[in-house]
């Protein structure tokens, strides 16, 4: 039996803690290779390369101070490295980054690979969306998976109770990625939808958005919660507009429903959309200042969902989207939030 290499493409705040998780369930399966190569975005902290420091330190300093990464988990700045003879790649780095990065790996990765994307975002053009898994399925010419939940990076580091969702294409590869995931207190649910799952999580950081607004403007729960439910609605009819297949059911785990909830409480879309409010600042000025290098992806979906629907001039069919678009990109006064909808 050959055991499965994992890499692991990221090691920002969540890719981190997917490290520990993974780290450590390579090392209780037999299925698995028991060194993780995990590749970071090479850069100077302290004056150091944090490759150097994580593996000196068996922790990232930079996106997840605090908390130890397995001493099997090698970090390293090169990529084709990372995937060299590796047959399963975890993706997780912010959606604007996959392309590049996938350019980077063409005839680089072993063609009997198999990849999991844990990125929350899609690709758009003029006729519609592309999501994570099938960008990477496309450069790379090898079936992707997805995960996705409601999975705030710090508090799955503190080893509290959460639940995510696996979209899988076959059930062997779902049940494989299961184990490689799931721990006592990270469950996983798997699903045969890859791409529901994995739009979900995309879309989820718009509403996040208008969570914030309505945070920032302080007009209590009952608004935030209409703005929840509201979006909720929004992001299954777009889902459905774009793609068929969706499955009912996947609305309802943990990627679904449960993502809107914790994003739109604790996630960091919600805390910089509330600062735009407060302070008057533009998206990436607060970006720059509040999060310490990670990234929003919630502020480039609502563009790239806005391009679309322009494009297909659907706007009214997809209010609150829209108005959250037009409060941070154009200027619409924040309290249009709860005056624009239905
Ligand atoms: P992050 O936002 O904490 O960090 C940004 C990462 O991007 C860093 O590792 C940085 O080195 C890297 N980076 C910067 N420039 C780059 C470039 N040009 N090319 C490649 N990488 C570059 O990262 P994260 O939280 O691990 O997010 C990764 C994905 O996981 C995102 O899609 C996010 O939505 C999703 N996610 C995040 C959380 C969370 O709580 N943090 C939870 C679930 C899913
Ligand atoms: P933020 O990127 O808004 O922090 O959301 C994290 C997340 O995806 C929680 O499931």
């Not at 930079?62 to 390293?76: Q, S, T």
């Not at 629907?309 to 959250?324: P, R």
Request: glycine share 10%.
């Amino acid at each position: 039996n050959v055991r499965e290499k994992v890499a692991l493409i990221g090691s920002g705040n969540w890719g981190t803690v997917i490290s520990k998780i993974i780290g450590n369930n390579v090392m209780r399966y037999k299925e698995f290779h028991q060194e993780v190569k995990m590749w970071v975005f090479e850069e100077k902290v302290g004056g150091r390369n944090l490759t150097e420091l994580i593996n000196e330190k068996h922790e990232n300093v930079k996106y997840l101070p605090g908390f130890p990464i397995p001493e099997n988990v090698k970090a390293l700045p090169d990529l084709s490295e990372v995937v060299r003879d590796a047959t399963v790649l975890v993706f997780c780095i912010p959606h604007q980054f996959v392309p590049k990065t996938c350019d980077q790996l063409k005839g680089k990765i072993n063609p009997k690979a198999k990849a999991i994307s844990l990125v929350k975002g899609f690709e758009t053009d003029e006729t519609g969306i592309r999501p994570m898994s099938h960008a990477i399925s496309e450069s790379l010419n090898i079936p992707v998976c997805s995960l996705s939940g409601a999975n705030i990076a710090n508090e799955i580091a503190e080893e509290h109770f959460s639940e995510t969702t696996i979209g899988y294409n076959n059930l062997e590869e779902g049940e494989l990625f299961k184990k490689l995931f799931e721990t006592k207190y990270f469950r996983v649910g798997i699903i045969d939808d890859v791409v529901g799952v994995q739009l979900c999580g995309a879309l989820k950081n718009v509403i996040a958005i208008g969570a914030g607004f309505v945070d920032g403007l302080k007009l209590g729960e009952n608004a935030k919660a209409a703005i929840i439910r509201i979006g909720f609605f929004e992001m299954k009819q777009f889902m459905k507009k774009f793609y068929g297949g969706i499955k009912d059911e996947t609305f309802f785990e943990s990627c679904g429903i449960a993502d809107v909830i914790a994003t739109c409480y604790g996630g960091r879309n919600r805390k910089v959309a509330e600062k735009f409010v407060t302070t008057g600042k533009s998206f990436d000025q607060l970006e720059e200042e509040l999060l310490n290098g990670q990234k929003l992806q919630g502020t480039l979906t609502v563009k790239e969902i806005h391009r679309v629907l322009s494009s297909k001039g659907i706007n009214d069919e997809f209010k609150l989207f829209t108005t959250i678009y037009r409060i941070a990109f154009e200027g619409l006064p924040p309290k249009s939030i709860v005056e624009n909808i239905d």
